[in-house]
């Protein structure tokens, strides 16, 4: 789902739009703290000047896109055919169906293609289902999160 083109959390295709945007402002970011050192040191010939600071203020929102993309890398959205398979899916019985849902917790990040909630219930989906370590995060997670 696009609101005033950009993607909405819960729909199809964020994970992959959130990985481009991440990369975009992580390379704008570099390129100013470049544009600023080369320039602090092409006209004042040193680097104790105000504009290295901007530059190692700029290393903070640099880092940030680095790390938010790194986070996202592994996962990956459902196929354009298990998409289809979805949205039948949820046609057929009448319950939205959330994409590229992560669930973020202390001990990391928990991702899910797609989820479900039907009859006060959880029901997710990841194409690496088989990992016993996911699954017993799901459980773990599901379990603290009921009253």
């Known amino acids: 789902m696009k609101i005033n083109n950009k993607y909405e959390k819960g729909s199809y295709g ?3 739009h959130y990985k481009r945007i991440r990369i975009i402002l992580g390379s704008i970011c570099l390129a100013l703290i470049l544009g600023d050192l080369i320039f602090s040191l092409s006209v004042f010939h040193t ?3 105000l504009f290295v600071v901007v530059g190692c203020i700029m290393a903070i929102p640099f880092a940030r896109n680095v790390v938010d993309f790194i986070l996202a ?3 990956k959205s ?3 055919d298990e998409h289809k398979k979805f949205e039948k899916l949820s046609d057929e019985l009448d319950i939205p169906i959330l994409y590229d849902i992560s669930i973020t917790e ?3 990040v928990a991702f899910y293609q797609a989820l479900a909630i039907y009859n006060n219930n959880f029901i997710a989906f990841q194409s690496n289902a088989g990992d016993k ?3 017993d995060k799901l ?3 599901l379990d603290t999160a009921q009253p």
């Open 139 to 141: 459980i773990k997670y």
């Open 47 to 49: 680097k104790k000047t």
């Open 133 to 135: 370590k996911v699954h």
């Open 14 to 16: 964020y994970v992959k």
């Open 106 to 108: 202390t001990e990391g």
């Open 78 to 80: 459902l196929t354009t």
């Open 73 to 75: 890398f592994p996962y």
